[in-house]
């Protein structure tokens, strides 16, 4: 089957630190790759995406990279910021169908000033 | 503005009832979803619709029910069944086909409460 899973939280970091979220998955087919972000009480909205191997998708100062031979797609940012505070989610969709994504569980970040 | 909403914001039950939450869109999306999000659960795929009149089950549809009469609405009825309702909901579309591009665009949600 498919199925995402990410590092556990929560991550608490001071502001300007480097961050690392790890996601690896597991899929039937040639899946395309997403970050997404929910701020307290809020939806969830597009990071960032990937759709093939060695893709690196980029968005707000954050980074992922599409690595096939590990199954991963990890979450970085070089400094982080007190606003980038929210839950991140890694998520997958096989091409072709219902366009149906299979998320990780989330991980929760806080930034410190 | 284009986008999805979802309403109310926060709903409260008492147990054995049947709730309807809302979700409409104005973004002319064919594909919506529902998903219940729990405390270190992550989004589970409640129902979703890819067409006018035409809904699937997802990975959790138990105790649930939806409709699809128009493209812009899909509401979502937590019925008496639904053993733990309470939970944050999310609504989202997305257009469909046209390759890999189709990004999932999420409402603000609805936190339902069973009392």
């Not at chain 1, 972000?37 to 100062?61: C, F, H, I, R, W």
């Not at chain 1, 590990?70 to 989610?89: C, I, N, P, R, W």
């Not at chain 2, 019925?79 to 409402?107: D, I, R, V």
């Amino acid at each position: 089957g498919n199925s995402v899973t990410q590092m556990e939280g929560p991550v608490t970091l001071s502001e300007e630190a480097f961050l690392t979220i790890n996601c690896t998955y597991t899929a039937t087919g040639y899946p395309s790759l997403f970050w997404y972000v929910q701020y307290p009480g809020e939806g969830l909205q597009l990071l960032l995406k990937a759709t093939k191997a060695d893709d690196k998708g980029s968005n707000k100062g954050f980074e992922a990279t599409y690595r096939k031979e590990t199954t991963s797609f990890h979450l970085e940012k070089g400094s982080v910021q007190v606003s980038d505070s929210a839950v991140y989610f890694c998520a997958l969709r096989i091409q072709g169908g219902s366009e149906k994504l299979v998320f990780g569980k989330g991980t929760k970040l806080t930034v410190n000033p | 503005d284009g986008g999805i909403t979802q309403s109310p914001k926060y709903l409260f039950r008492k147990e054995g009832q049947n709730v309807t939450l809302s979700c409409e869109q104005n973004l002319n999306h064919d594909a919506m979803y529902w998903y219940r999000q729990d405390p270190g659960q992550g989004l589970r795929l409640i129902y979703y619709s890819q067409i006018v009149n035409d809904f699937q089950k997802g990975d959790i549809a138990e105790g649930y029910s939806v409709s699809r009469e128009k493209k812009e609405s899909f509401p979502l009825t937590v019925t008496s069944a639904q053993k733990n309702p309470t939970a944050f909901y999310l609504c989202a579309s997305c257009q469909q086909g046209g390759g890999h591009y189709n990004e999932q665009f999420f409402g603000p949600g609805t936190r339902l409460t069973v009392l």
